[in-house]
């Protein structure tokens, strides 16, 4: 048995193009996947039972649900009720609400773990609780929140590879497609594999990074 790293190079711009679709699905799943979050953890904190109830209903069920069954509800359910949506819509929708439940429980830890007395003083001040939110809250918590939000992320770009089989043409789907046409396997998964790990650990820098600018500021 050989390994034909030729291989890679007849097949390298497909697997690019599958690398950016990844990218960017991943990407713009995220940014819904944290404003969905911050939001629902926002709204968690207003005095309100009716609100909260709600919230906790939105987080035990995108973290009690597979992604993959959120997914074909999306995709393949949609229809039947008059909402069809193109394969990476679903994915980017699909993975944002599923990972917002997640942020959700994220967000709101680090709510929590400003003290009580400085909320206090800020009512008592008379500023507005999106003020309170935007200036006092989330700057301290930042360095508390970024490595489990660096990890969350991670977790979607893998959970990502699930969108090939509602035929999003991203990383694993082009890699099957590459397999299906060559009959190898070990090359083309190698190649996958190797990917994943670069995006992978790229986020991951990223997030350390982060994390010691907001660390020193702090």
Not at 34 to 60: D, Q, T
Not at 154 to 176: C, G
Request: hydrophobic letters at 50%; a neutral charge; one cysteine or more.
């Amino acid at each position: 048995m050989s390994f034909d790293i030729d291989i890679m190079f007849r097949y390298g711009p497909l697997l690019l193009s599958g690398l950016w679709t990844t990218v960017h699905v991943c990407a713009l799943a995220s940014l819904l996947a944290v404003a969905a979050g911050l939001g629902v953890s926002v709204l968690y904190g207003l005095p309100m039972r009716p609100v909260k109830l709600l919230c906790r209903a939105y987080i035990e069920v995108m973290r009690g649900t597979p992604i993959l069954t959120l997914l074909f509800i999306l995709y393949y359910g949609g229809p039947s009720f008059g909402l069809t949506l193109d394969a990476e819509l679903v994915g980017i929708i699909g993975l944002g609400l599923y990972g917002g439940g997640y942020f959700a429980e994220i967000f709101r830890a680090g709510f929590e773990s400003i003290p009580a007395g400085q909320l206090e003083a800020a009512r008592m001040l008379g500023i507005p609780r999106r003020l309170v939110v935007a200036r006092i809250q989330i700057p301290q918590m930042l360095t508390l929140i970024i490595p489990p939000s660096t990890n969350q992320v991670i977790i979607l770009v893998k959970e990502s590879a699930l969108l090939s089989i509602i035929t999003v043409a991203e990383l694993t789907k082009n890699t099957t497609q590459m397999v299906n046409e060559t009959f190898a396997v070990v090359e083309p998964y190698v190649a996958v594999a190797l990917l994943y790990w670069l995006l992978i650990e790229g986020i991951a820098l990223t997030g350390g990074a982060l994390e010691r600018r907001f660390g020193y500021a702090s």
